[in-house]
């Protein structure tokens, strides 16, 4: 036992290290927007929601399903591209709503789709390629995030509708 004591302390300090760096995980249990906010890594989707005057519509009944990019998938979208989006309230929200689709889409029901159509009124593209689930060039990273008005597929890109 005396020899197993220091292997349990260094076991012990990397769950715990690895729990302390872990990005939080949403809590299931509010709207989709309570859901998202309580996750920690969506401040950026929150804030343009905030903007666009779209936080209301995501917290009424729906059901709604939103692939949702965290922050770092944000950071990835060149700066001069969000300044534009946020330049222009009309386009930010349809880039938003563009991330979402009427009716709670299971990740069971989404690997059955082929396209979807948005709340902006064009489609997604979805595509599986072995366990991985894509929706246009983005990677389902968690799905089913269960929100009381729908459902979360959190992405690890920002989804950007076609021109026209």
Same mark, same amino acid.
């Given at each position: 036992?005396?020899?197993?004591?220091?292997?349990?302390?260094?076991?012990?300090?990397?769950?715990? &290290?690895?729990?302390? $760096?872990?990005?939080?995980?949403?809590?299931?249990?509010?709207? /989709?927007?309570?859901?998202?906010? &309580?996750?920690?890594?969506?401040?950026?989707?929150?804030?343009?929601? $905030?903007?666009?005057?779209?936080?209301?519509?995501?917290?009424?009944?729906?059901?709604? $399903?939103?692939?949702?990019?965290?922050?770092?998938?944000?950071?990835?979208?060149?700066?001069?591209?969000?300044?534009?989006?946020?330049?222009?309230?009309?386009?930010?929200?349809?880039?938003?709503?563009?991330?979402?689709?009427?009716?709670?889409?299971?990740?069971?029901?989404?690997?059955?789709? &082929?396209?979807?159509?948005?709340?902006?009124?064009?489609? /997604?593209?979805? @595509?599986? &390629?072995?366990?991985?689930?894509?929706?246009?060039?983005?990677?389902? $990273?968690?799905?089913?995030?269960?929100?009381?008005?729908?459902?979360?597929? /959190?992405?690890? @890109?920002?989804? /950007?509708?076609?021109?026209?």
């Amino acid at each position: 036992m005396k020899k197993l004591l220091p292997l349990l302390v260094v076991v012990a300090a990397l769950v715990a &290290s690895t729990a302390a $760096t872990a990005p939080a995980q949403p809590r299931q249990g509010g709207d /989709i927007v309570q859901t998202a906010v &309580s996750a920690g890594q969506f401040k950026t989707l929150a804030s343009l929601l $905030t903007k666009a005057g779209l936080v209301g519509a995501l917290e009424k009944p729906g059901p709604y $399903t939103v692939f949702a990019p965290t922050d770092a998938a944000f950071a990835k979208v060149p700066k001069k591209t969000l300044d534009a989006l946020l330049a222009d309230k009309a386009k930010l929200k349809a880039v938003l709503l563009y991330h979402v689709v009427a009716g709670k889409v299971t990740a069971a029901d989404v690997t059955k789709l &082929s396209s979807a159509k948005t709340l902006d009124g064009k489609k /997604i593209r979805i @595509r599986v &390629s072995g366990r991985n689930v894509f929706v246009n060039t983005a990677k389902v $990273t968690k799905p089913n995030v269960m929100a009381t008005n729908g459902v979360i597929h /959190i992405v690890n @890109r920002v989804l /950007i509708p076609p021109a026209g």
